[in-house]
Structures are given as C-alpha cells and as structure tokens.
Nanobody, 126 residues
Framework: QVQLVESGGGLVRAGGSLRLSCAAS????????MGWFRQAPGKEREFVAA????????SDSDSMKGRFTISRDGAKNTVYLQMNSLKPEDTAVYYC???????????????????WGQGTQVTVSA
C-alpha cells in the first residue's frame, strides 16, 4: 500500500513557474514508477510525466513539451514536477500516481497506475 500526498499547487500568472511535490509513504518507493497526470474541468485525465527506476518520460503533447520536468528523490520518497512558462490552459487538478507495472516502457495511461493522490489545484491566470 502506498499513500501519496501532493503539494505545491496554487495560483500563478501566465509565464510563471510552479514546482509540485508528491510525498509517498512506504519503504518500497524506489520500486514504483511515479507519474503525474492532470485533469481540467470537463476533460479526461491526461498524462503529464513519469519516472521509473530506469528512465523518465514527459508528455509528447505539443501543449506541454519542453516546459515540464519530472524528478524524484529516493532519500525523501518524493517526486517533483517542475512546470515552467505556465499557460492558462495548464489550469487543472494535478494528480500524483504510483505504478507497480514492471516494463521497459514508462506507463502513460491511468489504467496502469495503482495508487493516486488527492490532487492539487493549479490555476494559471492570463
């Protein structure tokens, strides 16, 4: 069992930056792939980024490419999402998730994640 607690969301102006944090409980943090997803009102939850023991991946979406970076600190059982050059369309609830999937490919779909945090709101004003 893994519990995930996100923090770092808030209100920011377009062009600004935020760093989200996700603290995970449990001594097996290193075995999980940790991911970030987001969900805007009326839209499906979408993949943002994920990091496994062997690598990381950020979304191929043109709307996010080059602006978001994921990192993880095993000593702190924490995964981060650095978001730069934020745009109003980045406004969403951002969720942290943990996956037990063992794969050479970083999982990018919600179905492959086993544990979810409660989410943190990010609002970007124009």
């Amino acid at each position: 069992q893994v519990q995930l607690v996100e923090s770092g969301g808030g209100l920011v102006r377009a062009g600004g930056s935020l760093r989200l944090s996700c603290a995970a409980s449990g001594r097996t943090f290193g075995t999980y792939t940790m991911g970030w997803f987001r969900q805007a009102p009326g839209k499906e939850r979408e993949f943002v980024a994920a990091a496994s023991r062997s690598g990381s991946k950020t979304s191929d979406s043109d709307s996010m490419k080059g602006r978001f970076t994921i990192s993880r600190d095993g000593a702190k059982n924490t995964v981060y999402l650095q978001m730069n050059s934020l745009k109003p369309e980045d406004t969403a609830v951002y969720y942290c998730a943990a996956s037990n999937v063992i794969s050479m490919l970083v999982p990018t779909t919600t179905q492959r994640y086993d544990y979810w945090g409660q989410g943190t709101q990010v609002t970007v004003s124009a």
